[in-house]
Each structure stands twice: as structure tokens, then as C-alpha cells.
């Protein structure tokens, strides 16, 4: 199953709900690890286009080995 864009959207609100801070990142990273690479993608594309409003740092990209 693939998450559509508005669901990944929904998620990262519903993780923004519930942290913030480092919180909020670590717990994006931890559900970004659920994800296959194409979900992956489309998240960070959620991530990017919200980036204003959650006032974050991205981290660099690490190689996950995938």
C-alpha cells in the first residue's frame, strides 16, 4: 500500500499535534523509516512544501542503505 500525499499530510500533522522540537523530528524520521522509497519521497515533498510552518531544520540526507 502507498500513502497518497494528502494522507502523509494528515500524518505529519497528527505527528506535530503530539511533539515538537527535536520530538516532532525524531518522530518524523522514525515513520519516514517505515516508508518504501516512492512514500519516502512524497513525504518529503510534504515536508518541504510545509517547511515554513513547521520552522525546522532538515537534516542532511543519510544513505540508509536502500
Not at 500533522?13 to 518524523?28: I, N, P, Y
Not at 515536508?47 to 536502500?66: M, Q
Request: proline share 5%; hydrophobic share 40%.
Amino acid at each position: 500500500m502507498h500513502w497518497t500525499r494528502p494522507a502523509l499530510a494528515a500524518r505529519v500533522e497528527s505527528l506535530k499535534e503530539k511533539h515538537s522540537g527535536d520530538e516532532f523530528v525524531q518522530a518524523v524520521v522514525e515513520f519516514a523509516d517505515q516508508l518504501d522509497q516512492e512514500d519516502r519521497k512524497t513525504l518529503q515533498a510534504v515536508l518541504l512544501a510545509r517547511r515554513e510552518r513547521y520552522a525546522f531544520r532538515i537534516p542532511p540526507r543519510r544513505d540508509r542503505g536502500r
